[in-house]
């Protein structure tokens, strides 16, 4: 089988399976990208690979992989791209911003927390020849602190539960949450991949060169070039090519300095302006191609790289340490900042344990730490399993919390409702 006839074959074969899990688990009241992510872990070596050894070794041969991985990377830098256009300020009164930033800060701090604690066993264990244990051990605090933004705003869509309390202050500490942890990463990556003080330096003011010409140069060019656009108030349809050549140039500033696509991708979309006409003319055009095709992609790639050795011996309690430490981190942490706030239980649960689901984020931060040698697949495997339990828990968790038995006797649905 040629490259090309291969690389069709396997995208046909990630998208009908991305399809059908999703669909599945939309039965369940689960987003769509919950199936898709465990798409990419049947198709991968525990699955598919022990199912059909011969078949998956043909499909995917570690050396048509690449061309796959080309593809998930852009795919990534794109969907990155569109949260950082989407990221806004925590909205609401004076009260809830402050809510929110004391719920992201907490959430963000307690997981950091328990993953150092638990950096040390993990690392006598699983961690990878050469790579060592400071770079290891906050890279473990930062797969603790993740909280998929795109995932929790789609439950809350939903469910209705947008402007709810909990799910304003959710939304505000997610938008903290990910600001705090996708600096920390990159700090993270600056140490691990220098090797010498020399190249952290290099690292770290190719990082602050980045933003100072993303944020004085870029946006206010294209800020000018966005206003230059129809009675519609949208962009003119050429205008996707300058936008996707500062996605894509950023994007390959980033990768070139040491850190990843995505820390370029997303700066550049954050720094474009704050307009719903704008965000509305990206989404059409960019996120069918980028969610639809491409990162089910990237879920099928994160699945090539689980083995099932993960949870052989002391691997299940290891799984079951980092399991633990996530899910206490995140809605202890944030359940804590929304109490500090003056929130009742039901409310701060309720934020607890949407911040709990961590979805696409956590698995793109995971893959960055694989490819950057920071954990073996042993560990990836379980920070895979992790990252779906954790995502799985958040509507359950949410009806847990919040069905109460007047409503059930009345027939509602069960909603999220103001504590004193």
């Given amino acids: 089988m040629n490259a090309t006839l291969l690389l069709l074959v396997q995208l046909v074969l990630i998208l009908v399976m991305a399809r ?8 369940f009241g689960q987003p769509p990208v919950i199936g898709e992510m465990m798409a990419g872990l049947l198709l991968g070596p525990i699955v598919f690979g022990a199912w059909l050894p011969d078949l998956h070794a043909t499909l995917f041969a570690k050396p048509s992989l690449p061309a796959l991985s080309g593809l998930g990377t852009v795919g990534v830098a794109l969907f990155m791209f569109i949260v950082g256009v989407e990221l806004r300020a925590p909205g609401g009164s004076r009260a809830q911003v402050r809510a929110a930033a004391t719920i992201g800060l907490v959430g963000v701090a307690l997981p950091l927390v328990l993953g150092l604690a638990i950096a040390p066993v993990l690392y006598r264990s ?13 890279f473990i605090a930062a797969a603790m602190s993740v909280t998929a933004f795109p995932v929790l705003a789609r439950i809350l869509k939903d469910r209705n539960l947008t402007h709810s309390t909990p799910g304003r202050l959710a939304l505000g500490a997610a ?22 003080p020399a190249g952290v330096l290099v690292a770290i003011g190719g990082g602050l060169a980045l933003v100072a010409m993303v944020f004085l140069l870029l946006k206010p060019l294209y800020a000018r070039l966005l206003r230059t656009s129809g009675d519609s108030g949208e962009p003119d349809a050429s205008m996707l090519v300058w936008i996707l050549v500062g996605v894509l140039g950023c994007a390959a500033f980033a990768e070139w300095i040491g850190l990843h696509a995505v820390f370029g991708a997303f700066l550049f979309g954050v720094a474009l302006p704050r307009d719903d006409r704008v ?3 990206l989404a059409r055009r960019i996120e069918p191609v980028a969610i639809v ?25 290891a799984f079951g340490l980092i399991l633990l430490a996530a899910v206490a981190g995140k809605v202890i942490g944030c359940a804590a900042g929304a109490r500090l706030s003056g929130h009742g239980w039901r409310d701060s649960l309720a934020v607890g344990s949407l911040m709990n689901a961590r979805g696409l984020m956590e698995l793109i931060v995971i893959k960055i730490g694989f490819d950057a040698g920071l954990i073996g697949p042993e560990l990836f495997t379980m920070l895979f399993a992790m990252t779906l339990a954790t995502t799985l828990m958040a509507s359950p968790l949410l009806a847990l919390f919040y069905r109460r038995p007047a409503d059930a006797k009345a027939g509602l649905a069960p909603e999220l409702r103001v504590d004193s």
């Fill in 20 to 27: 059908l899990c999703g669909a599945f688990l939309g039965r």
């Fill in 175 to 196: 938008v903290i949450d990910d600001g705090c942890v996708w600096i920390f990463l990159a700090v993270v990556l600056a140490l691990a991949g220098g090797g010498s």
């Fill in 293 to 317: 095709l491409l990162m089910p992609v990237v879920f099928a790639l994160a699945g090539q790289n689980t083995t099932l050795e993960a949870f052989a011996g002391a691997g299940i309690g």
């Fill in 126 to 138: 699983f961690a990878p020849d050469g790579v060592a244990y400071w770079p290891f051990a906050l």
């Fill in 279 to 281: 965000l509305s003319f």
